[in-house]
């Protein structure tokens, strides 16, 4: 099934109190279960809304070259790593969140208060250039995103379930998938082991 193009819902901003740049970690006792221990890379958030990729989970049963097969495209030099569970809004539709060093037509540069540390592309041409070798130099791939229409997210944040943490190089390309939630909350000073629910659930 082609991946559509991407089209941006809003213009990314980099001013507080925007998240974009940011990674949202789920708290423990986080009431939708879909977003048990997520990690969510916020690539847009403004007045409109919000659109973030989970990079916390791995998509089951499927990896990269397969992915690039049920394509029509050629694995030809790509790894075989993990596709993530990038959220449960269009499951279906991919995207590569990676290095600012490759851009295409549709890429959309993620800005946060420290400038631009990665991109988002939801085109068949990353996917081809990663399979013959020209493509970023550090990517990330993921079907589905979360979304937030305008001000939910807000709310959101004014109650127990989400932690803001920096982005970083190292959480996102150097730290595997399923130990990314302890890495950020330790990068932010927080040891994830001491925190509970606001419920006191055991």
């Not at 991946?3 to 213009?11: A, E, G």
């Not at 399979?131 to 990330?140: K, S, T, Y």
């Not at 305008?150 to 004014?158: C, F, H, I, R, S």
């Not at 109650?159 to 939630?181: K, M, N, Q, Y």
């Amino acid at each position: 099934m082609p991946v559509p193009p991407v089209r941006p819902i809003m213009r990314p901003v980099d001013s507080p109190p925007f998240l974009s740049g940011k990674l949202l970690l789920a708290m423990p006792g986080m009431a939708d279960p879909r977003f048990e221990r997520a990690v969510i890379a916020m690539c847009v958030h403004d007045e409109n809304g919000a659109v973030g990729i989970g990079i916390g989970q791995k998509r089951a049963g499927l990896r990269f070259r397969a992915l690039l097969k049920q394509l029509d495209i050629d694995p030809a030099e790509a790894p075989d790593c993990a596709v993530h569970h990038g959220g449960p809004v269009e499951p279906g539709r991919g995207f590569i969140l990676h290095s600012t060093d490759w851009g295409g037509q549709d890429t959309l540069q993620v800005n946060g208060p420290a400038g631009s540390l990665l991109a988002m592309t939801g085109t068949i041409d990353i996917l081809k250039a990663i399979a013959e070798g020209r493509g970023p130099g550090r990517w990330i791939a993921a079907l589905g995103y979360a979304g937030w229409e305008g001000g939910q997210l807000d709310q959101e944040m004014t109650r127990h379930g989400w932690f803001v943490a920096d982005g970083s190089d190292s959480i996102l390309f150097d730290t595997p998938t399923d130990e990314r939630w302890a890495a950020a909350f330790k990068a932010a000073g927080v040891d994830p082991r001491l925190l509970s629910s606001e419920t006191g659930a055991a």
